[in-house]
């Protein structure tokens, strides 16, 4: 996908009423989005595929759903006060704020856009007999900035490590890279901001500062003891959560790819100390299963090992999918040992043990955790989903093929003419299908243009009701990718839909 379709991408969901721009009445709040009447049922369905794949497909996971509000040193404890930060650099003349890393990134793009000129040169230049791989790996000029990108990697992280941060900003410097407001190269010295949200809380006996939590996780890892006691829970076994995090995220990118205010869907799956590893590479792939069984390319993901690992991590890897600005994490999996638990044990001076009945000893569990952002796999679908087809003729529509079973909508009910009896017979076959399908109902305008619209929402069946229906008792029902029509009974309906657009469908091909 190039950048101009993913500008289609962020003017479909805006047109379409999946996703606005937040307060954009008042020109809008930076990297803040809100989601509109169709963008929310999306993101409800990918809870749900999420949710009921963890809850509902595994016996030994449970949910919770934690206060975003938690007592602030659980985030000493957890590291985040300490270590949460994002280095950053200003302009002295633009007043403008960046990230230091992401300026030096920017740069190294150009390295990677003089590559990808040289590719579409040569491969007009040789035509079908062009081998890119080879090219790539032969090629001089593509070696040369190949090695300029290495070298500037090599010392970025040299500076961001060690926390030399006066290294980064010589990098900056060295690289001559200016201010994109002011053009100017007049840098402050590069700084850590600790990416939390914090504000006051009111109690009897003052104010005190509390944060906006940036992780899911912590609200799990205060409950361990809480969950496995009152749910009688034996090693290993899981616990989910999905909510709200928050993170100050200075440089606004890539539409709801970076935001403020985002979603997480994490599950924390407690196991035997020296069992980790096993249930790392079981979530791994299960993970990725989950993320193909939409039927999306798999061309399009690819994992991401870490190489440097968090202090608390003895395994990480990323699921990436391939955007427009290339591979970037969708979701994490971290093998976490007893990091978490162990400090919340230090902070609070009670014990967050398990009791193992079959070894008659007690430990604290060590963690795999599964950490999904769900805005983004809602951009993942989006971009995968959007499709502008040649119909031939001079004809073309816009269809958004998103998975059937996580539509907005499951179905459209159409009568031909909004007279004649055909509204009335369509509100009664509405009136029964709505009770199991999110339904839309439209009589106005050709039905050409209705099929149009639904495409473009990604409904994956519209019913159409005409004066025949009054006689026979059936409708036309119209497949969204196939544009199939065909003559069914009313009574059918609700079968035909089901079997289309169920979740169970999609949940079938995860336990398989
Ligand atoms: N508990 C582990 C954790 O929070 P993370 O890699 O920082 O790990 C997990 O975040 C996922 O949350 C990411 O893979 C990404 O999908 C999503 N995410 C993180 N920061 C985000 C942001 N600013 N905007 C949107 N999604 C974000």
Redo the contacts with the bound molecule.
Sequence with gaps: MSEEQFKNVISHAKEYGFVFQSSEIYDGLS?VYDYGQNGVELKKNIREYWWKSMVQLHDNIVGVDAAIFMDPKVWKASGHVDGFSDPMIDNKDSKKRYRADVLIEDYQEKYRVKNQKEITKAKKRFGDSFDEAQFVATNPNIARNNAKIAEIDQRLSDGLESGELHKVKELIEDLGIACPVSGSKNWTDVRQFNLMYSTQMSATDGESQIYLR????QGIFVNYLNIQKTGRMKLPFGIAQTGK?F?N?IVARQF?????E?E?M?MQFFVQPGTEMKWYDYWKAHRLKWHQNLGIDSEKYRYHDHVKLAHYANAAV?IEYDFPFGFK????I?SRTDFDLKQHEAFTGKKLRYFDNESNESYVPYVV?T???L???FLVLMSNALQNEDLGEGKSRTVLRLPAALAPYQCAILPVVKKDGLPELSQKIMNTLKLDFNCYYEEKDSIGKRYRRQDAIGTPICITVDHESLEDGAVTIRFRDSMEQKRVAIDELEGIISKEVSIKALLQGLVN
């Design positions: 990297a940036p992780e899911t996780a995090a993170r995220e709801i790819m970076r935001m403020k985002f997480q994490e990323d994490e969708v979701e994490g971290h955790e950490s999904i952002g805005d983004r796999m």
